[in-house]
């Protein structure tokens, strides 16, 4: 498959920063599955819960990412983005997306999560997030549906995005797994935030759960006031 070609993103001079109150940032219309949105809350949540990054960072989902007033804004499933964090009066128009602007960078990862055969997951918007000049680029496809990887990986070179081997980030420290288990009460095969050993990151109820096992080792009951 040939890779899109990226063009860079230029940053606005912050004399220069536009104006979007005018801007249509939120349309309150329903956008995902059931599926969709509690694997997004899966790669959020556990980044929250796991002190693996340090802060400050941002992980969204379905969060606009604007690179421009006049270009319609992209949408990603999931998010990261390092060393940046949302501003306190986050209900002001300039806070409630993520405009590269004003945060100064683009997003680190984008996570899309393949649904339909219609997104444009493997060229128009891999143009786009190129263009943004966004790191790394993961198409997660569960039902396979672009084609035979289920879980694909791009990082930013010279000219587009290159697949990666290996779903480690280098830049990022993390590294992402396909893992069989249960979530919010559903058994299924989930994608997941891993370290270098390919440990899963744990959610609040996992790391909740395994410290009431020790404790029960070790004769103490964990529900005890």
């Given amino acids: 498959m040939a890779l899109p070609q990226a063009e860079p993103f230029v940053e606005a001079p912050e004399a220069e920063l536009p104006d979007v109150e005018n801007l249509v940032t939120e349309d309150d219309e329903p956008v995902d599955n059931m599926a ?14 796991s002190p693996v990054l340090d802060p400050p960072f941002v992980a969204a989902a379905n969060v606009g990412v604007f690179a421009a007033v006049r270009r319609p804004p992209l949408v990603p499933d999931v998010f990261l983005s390092l060393d940046v964090e949302v501003p306190r009066d986050w209900w002001k128009k300039a806070h409630r997306s993520y405009f590269l602007w004003e945060y100064g ?3 680190d990862v984008v996570v899309e999560i393949v649904s339909n055969r219609e997104g ?8 786009e997030y190129g263009r943004m000049r966004v790191p790394y680029y993961v198409v997660y496809d569960p039902q396979r549906l672009l084609s035979d990887g289920e879980l694909r990986v791009f990082v930013l070179r010279e000219g587009g995005y290159a697949e ?15 893992w069989e288990g249960t979530f919010e009460g559903r058994l299924d095969r989930w994608l997941r935030w891993c370290d270098r050993q390919g440990r899963v990151l744990p959610t609040g109820r996992e790391r909740a759960e395994r410290l009431a096992a020790r404790l029960r080792a070790a004769g103490i009951d964990p529900d005890e006031p």
């Fill in 36 to 49: 969709s949105e509690k694997q997004q809350r899966l790669l959020t949540g556990v980044l929250y819960d």
């Fill in 105 to 107: 960078k683009p997003p």
């Fill in 120 to 127: 444009g997951e493997l060229d128009r918007k891999m143009r």
């Fill in 164 to 178: 990666k081997e290996d779903p480690w980030l280098d830049e990022v420290g993390l590294g992402l797994v396909l």
